[in-house]
């Protein structure tokens, strides 16, 4: 049997140390283009194949840092942590179909556009990328499952508890997504929740002459809250009233409900319950583009045109919203550059352990179309 090339066969063949050929593969960025493509033409000449495990071994690390979210549609099962397939396989595979009761813009999108910009983080640094899931409140074991694997570890919220976070924070270092680190004392990244949701309700106020605006969101969730603080603050400002409407199909966390609710339907139930009550607003703040999108939905199926009779408005920048018609008048978060920060910290600390929090905010854009009669 033929001897495995190993590190230094390598190292032979391009000419350069030993140390070059381990940052190629594992913090490429250290590495010029030029050196990292005649380092890797060797590796493949040689039929080299990096270890893992034993780069593990020698440093102390894996070389891998873990993404853990709730999942939406019960694809890893109760509490399991899972490698997370792609929601376009499932699609081809017949998993989804047209007479699903699920609607697709409920897919968590949001969380796509993060995990997308934390991959591409971890492609630039040299770190493999593990997702993992959970349906429901995780427990300590199943977080583990993935944190065991990991050096570092960025996570959802109300995916564990605080108490959870901080037993693995002890450990390797964690960072929070959409949380302030004021409310956990991790290291986290968020966004302008409240000045987004501010200045928006301004605009429907101010533009618009809107004197009656409901705002939608599920309780429990940092995200709503922070948004909500934003719209009741401007609210304020005018002299109105603030309202609050649940968000449609989803548990008191933000979650889908379980089992899994028919959207339409409990919008439609919604929009009938504010009509029959005399209580429609004149417009609807939603905490999240799926939200308003739904809602605008079940405006139309009611008989009523959006933006004339109700406008609607959600928070994202999500490309259904664009897509839809009416376009949807939001506010704009950068969902890659959140995931990006966050491998970006995590990274950071991994390598220096011990520094200060890390509490990191990033801009939002207000995006005027037309579902709030701009456009």
């Known amino acids: 049997m033929a001897k495995r090339p190993t590190i230094y066969d390598v190292a032979r063949r391009a000419s350069v140390s030993i140390a070059t050929v381990s940052f190629t593969f594992r913090q490429p960025h250290r590495v010029s283009e030029a050196t990292r493509t005649l380092v890797t033409a060797a590796a493949r000449d040689l039929g080299y194949v990096p270890s893992a495990?034993?780069?593990?071994?020698?440093?102390?690390?894996?070389?891998?840092?873990?993404?853990?979210?709730?999942?939406?549609?019960?694809?890893?099962?109760?509490?399991?942590?899972?490698?997370?397939?792609?929601?376009?396989?499932?699609?081809?595979?017949?998993?989804?179909?047209?007479?699903?009761?699920?609607?697709?813009?409920?897919?968590?999108?949001?969380?796509?556009?993060v995990q997308r910009g934390v991959e591409m983080e971890c492609r630039r640094r040299g770190y493999v990328l593990m997702i993992g899931e959970g349906r429901g409140k995780a427990s300590e074991a199943d977080i583990n499952e993935i944190a065991g694997r990991v050096d570092g570890l960025a996570v959802f919220p109300n995916t564990f508890s605080t108490e959870i976070l901080k037993r693995i924070a002890s450990r390797i270092p964690v960072v929070e997504l959409a949380v302030p680190a004021m409310e956990t004392g991790?290291?986290?990244?968020?966004?302008?929740?409240?000045?987004?949701?501010?200045?928006?309700?301004?605009?429907?106020i101010?533009?618009?002459?809107?004197?009656?605006?409901?705002?939608?969101?599920?309780?429990?969730?940092?995200?709503?809250?922070?948004?909500f603080s934003g719209y009741s603050e401007?609210?304020?400002?005018?002299?109105?009233?603030?309202?609050?409407?649940?968000?449609?199909?989803?548990?008191?966390?933000?979650?889908?409900?379980?089992?899994?609710?028919?959207?339409?339907?409990?919008?439609?139930?919604a929009i009938r319950w504010l009509q029959d009550a005399g209580s429609l607003p004149d417009a609807f703040v939603c905490s999240n583009d799926a939200e308003a999108l739904l809602l605008v939905d079940a405006l139309k199926r009611a008989g009523l045109s959006v933006p004339e009779d109700v406008a609607?408005?959600?928070?994202?920048?999500?490309?259904?919203?664009?897509?839809?018609?009416?376009?949807?008048?939001?506010?704009?978060?950068?969902?890659?550059?959140?995931?990006?920060?966050?491998?970006?910290?995590?990274?950071?600390?991994?390598?220096?352990?011990?520094?200060?929090?890390?509490?990191?905010?990033l801009p939002v854009e207000l995006v005027l179309s037309e579902s709030c009669g701009c456009g």
Not at 206 to 227: M, Q
């Open 53 to 113: 495990n034993a780069r593990g071994l020698a440093s102390g690390r894996t070389g891998a840092i873990g993404l853990y979210s709730y999942d939406y549609f019960g694809r890893a099962g109760t509490g399991a942590a899972s490698l997370r397939q792609d929601d376009s396989a499932l699609l081809a595979e017949g998993v989804f179909s047209d007479k699903s009761n699920e609607d697709f813009r409920l897919f968590p999108l949001y969380h796509d556009e």
């Open 186 to 204: 991790q290291h986290c990244v968020f966004v302008e929740n409240a000045f987004g949701t501010r200045e928006l309700t301004r605009h429907l």
């Open 206 to 227: 101010r533009h618009h002459g809107h004197t009656s605006i409901t705002f939608v969101g599920p309780a429990g969730s940092p995200d709503r809250e922070h948004r």
């Open 234 to 269: 401007a609210m304020q400002e005018a002299g109105l009233k603030a309202e609050s409407l649940a968000a449609p199909g989803r548990d008191p966390e933000g979650r889908l409900k379980d089992p899994l609710p028919d959207p339409a339907r409990e919008s439609d139930e």
């Open 312 to 361: 609607v408005t959600g928070f994202d920048g999500l490309a259904a919203g664009r897509m839809s018609r009416p376009a949807l008048t939001t506010v704009r978060q950068p969902m890659i550059a959140l995931g990006r920060a966050a491998a970006e910290i995590l990274i950071d600390q991994i390598s220096n352990r011990g520094g200060e929090t890390v509490s990191r905010e």
